[in-house]
DNA sequence: TATATTCATTTAGCTACGCTAACTAGATAT
DNA sequence: ATATCTAGTTAGCGTAGCTAAATGAATATA
């Protein structure tokens, strides 16, 4: 058996836990109205400073129309708020409302706590696999940032945010 | 911190790692024809012998009227045979086709292979823990059968299954 | 035997969330 | 001045979740 066949074997595995795992988080989620995807991309705009909505796009491995369609559907729900660059016209910032953060952090520990109770079960062993295994696979995951500072300059970034957020191409 | 504190952290962290794992499969996913549902569906009936739609809904923790239109896509496209029981009418018992067989293999090889190439850059060490990891999920989210053989007995599988599936109550 | 209940699946109708293509308007470059 | 690039939006499509209700078959009960 060769290597690149052993990690499709891996790479098959992880995809059907994955699949498997987010089935059965759904009902939680749907039940306090932060959906996965909202879920995921407000704790973004909460835990990562005021964001664009192309990077948030780009954060969430997602198209630009459908973060402008979330974030639009999160803005009526009060969990974030638009605010628009002074220099660039065409950049929305995304800051979190207090609601938003209050939701995300309710949601996420009434999301995952049907899960963590399951992990209760597990041997401190197995409980030491996955969570190293959720670092390994974030840090693998992570959108590689394409543009470095010196070849994107100071164009924005002095108005709002204190925390300035690292933006990244597109692909 | 407490431990309960520790298992929400993990479970957030896997929540997490698993809806960016499955976005960045998605693409090529679909590059085939075979969506992640489908394909999830598809390895059932094709690995898990004759099933009945059901059943196939509580193993892929979906609902009776979602598999039911899952099917019927994959019926149209040649993926997968109905028939019928010949001594309950009620019941569907789902075949794989040979095409839905060749183009599971084919999809699950495409479909991961981006993923592997990723997991080729990591360490054994990592390999292996991603590996273990996936084992323990698969192992903690397995739907339990709530049914027993004794309360259940004779009344189907005597007709085309010679693999006979195990049959489980919904909820 | 007739009736009621249970069961497997389907139909109908809703929502969320992916996508691409095309548009608007602001910023930058020629 | 004009052209090009960029950020975000609008329009429109498809897949996949769900619940409620219908259908038709099987089983239990009076």
Do not use: I, K, N, Y
């Given at each position: 058996m060769q290597l690149s066949d052993v990690n499709h074997a891996i790479a098959n595995r992880l995809h059907s836990a994955a699949i498997h795992l987010l089935r059965r988080l759904r009902r939680?989620?749907?039940?306090?109205?932060?959906s996965p995807a909202r879920a995921s991309a407000l704790s973004v705009v909460v835990f990562g400073g005021p964001v664009t909505i192309g990077d948030l796009a780009h954060a969430e491995h997602v198209s630009p129309p459908t973060m402008t369609r979330l974030i639009l559907g999160m803005e009526r729900d009060g969990l974030v708020r638009?605010?628009?660059?002074?220099?660039?016209?065409?950049i929305v910032?995304?800051?979190?409302?207090?609601k938003g953060t209050?939701?995300?952090h309710e949601g996420r520990d009434r999301r995952v706590s049907a899960l963590a109770e399951q992990l209760a079960t597990l041997t401190d062993r197995d409980r030491r696999t996955l969570?190293?295994?959720?670092?390994i696979l974030e840090r693998l995951l992570r959108p590689a940032a394409r543009a470095s500072a010196a070849e994107r300059p100071e164009r924005?970034?002095?108005?709002?945010?204190e925390v300035r957020p690292q933006r990244a191409r597109r692909r």
């Open positions: 939680h989620d749907e039940a306090m109205g932060l638009r605010e628009s660059d002074a220099r660039d016209g065409r910032w995304l800051h979190p409302t207090s209050r939701f995300l969570a190293s295994a959720s670092e924005r970034a002095v108005t709002p945010p």
